[in-house]
Each structure stands twice: as C-alpha cells, then as structure tokens.
C-alpha cells in the first residue's frame, strides 16, 4: 500500500527537543521530494520546510530551529526540532511532492503526529 | 510571502447542493494553486493542482478554474462524504503558503 506514516510526536516541555519520523511504503521514496507541514492551533494548515534533490527550504521563522533531513536506504523522513515553543503545538503531516511546470504540490500525505509543547 | 485569503470560512449546505470556496492570492501566481480537503483525524487529500487539474480518482463533481489572483473550487451535487475543510495553497514561490480553510457542514 502507498502511504506515509508519521511518528514521533509527543509532549514536551518548552526548549526541548523532538525528532519527527515518517516512513513511506508501496513508492520508490527517493525519487520524490518531500515535505512537512503543520497544523497549529487555530491557524490552519503551514507549510515547514521542503527537501529534495540536493536542497532543503525552510519557513523562515523555523529555519535556525528545524531540521530536515532524509535517509533513503531506510524510506524515512526526518524533521529535527530544538529549542521548542507553546505555538509550536499542533499536528505535523509529512506529504510527498510531485512538481509540474507550475510548482510543487502534495499528492500524497500522512494522517499526522501530535506534538505537544507545555510545561 | 504571497498571502491566501479564502472566503467562506465557514458554509453549511444539504446533500446535493452546488458549493463554491473562493481563493484570492495577493500577487498574481498563475496556474500555481492547488486545493485539498481534509477531515478531522486523517490525511489530507490532493483534488486540484495547477488549478484546474483533477487528480486522479477524485470524483469529477470537483472542478477548479481560476489564474493570476483568483481562483475557485467548485463541488457540484454535494456528497455526505464532501463534509470536510478545505484549503487552497501556493506553490508559485517558498514559503508555500495556505489559505485559512473553508469548513463544509451539513445543513
């Protein structure tokens, strides 16, 4: 079956650290870029950071905090968070990328993993 | 960063209803919008990139049309399965941004 599945997302205190999973299945993972994205606490749906062929792409605001990074051999994806905040609460979907002529969208994605930021 | 602001966010309808969501970008992006649907606990679906594409095996009462800085999301003969939210996003430049989500409820 082709899908992804996320894992990882726990509660932790404010200034920790989480390392995000997501593991694909039925795809060649390395032929694809990948992205993760979040769902905060009444703000809908944000795009976190992208990584393809020899590049990575952040939302600036998380850029000195995430990390992404990938290992093909094992179809992973990996999202290394530091220095964590309330607002960094929410849902995280990892989702695969196709691009076109006109960009980058998600045609696949995971259900989510929950990270939660409170003392 | 290009801004999406998508109107309603909030619409109710009956089964067999015609829905449309609006999106407007606050920069022209071309064809670069793609919309998806998502329901509470599960995945989110792709339904229409480069604007009007559908993907596949979307049904076909999904349609998208629009370019530049408006775009629009159509649903005919809306489903019980339909009720859901929906967003549109950009993938003209990065950061990729989302509209804010237009919640289907059932009238």
């Known amino acids: 079956e082709v899908q992804l599945v996320e894992s990882g997302g726990t509660l932790v205190q404010p200034g920790g650290s989480l390392r995000l999973s997501c593991t694909a299945s039925?795809?060649?993972?390395?032929?694809?870029?990948m992205q993760w994205v979040r769902q905060v606490a009444g703000r809908g749906l944000e795009w976190v950071s992208s990584?393809?062929?020899?590049?990575?792409d952040y939302l600036v605001s998380l850029k000195d905090r995430f990390t992404i990074s990938r290992e093909n051999a094992e179809n992973s994806l990996y999202l290394q968070m530091n220095s964590l905040r309330v607002e960094d609460t929410g849902v995280y979907f990892c989702?695969?990328?196709?691009?076109?002529?006109?960009?980058?969208?998600?045609?696949?994605w995971g259900r989510g993993t929950q990270v939660t930021v409170s003392s | 960063d290009i801004q999406l602001t998508q109107s309603p966010s909030f619409l109710s309808a009956s089964v067999g209803d015609r829905v449309t969501i609006t999106c407007r970008a606050s920069?022209?992006?071309?064809?670069?919008l793609a919309w998806y649907q998502h329901k509470p606990g599960k995945a989110p679906e792709l339904l229409i990139f480069?604007?009007?594409t559908l993907q596949s095996g979307v049904p076909s009462r999904f349609g998208g049309r629009g370019a530049g800085t408006e775009f629009i999301l159509t649903i005919n003969n809306l489903q019980p399965e339909d009720y859901a939210t929906y967003y549109c996003?950009?993938?003209?430049?990065?950061?990729?941004?989302f509209g804010g989500g237009t919640k289907v409820e059932i009238k």
């Open positions: 989702g695969r990328v196709v691009h076109t002529n006109y960009g980058p969208h998600i045609d696949l």
């Open positions: 039925g795809f060649r993972f390395s032929a694809y870029g």
């Open positions: 990584i393809g062929d020899g590049y990575t």
């Open positions: 920069q022209g992006i071309s064809y670069s």
């Open positions: 480069t604007a009007s």
């Open positions: 996003q950009q993938v003209k430049s990065s950061p990729f941004t």
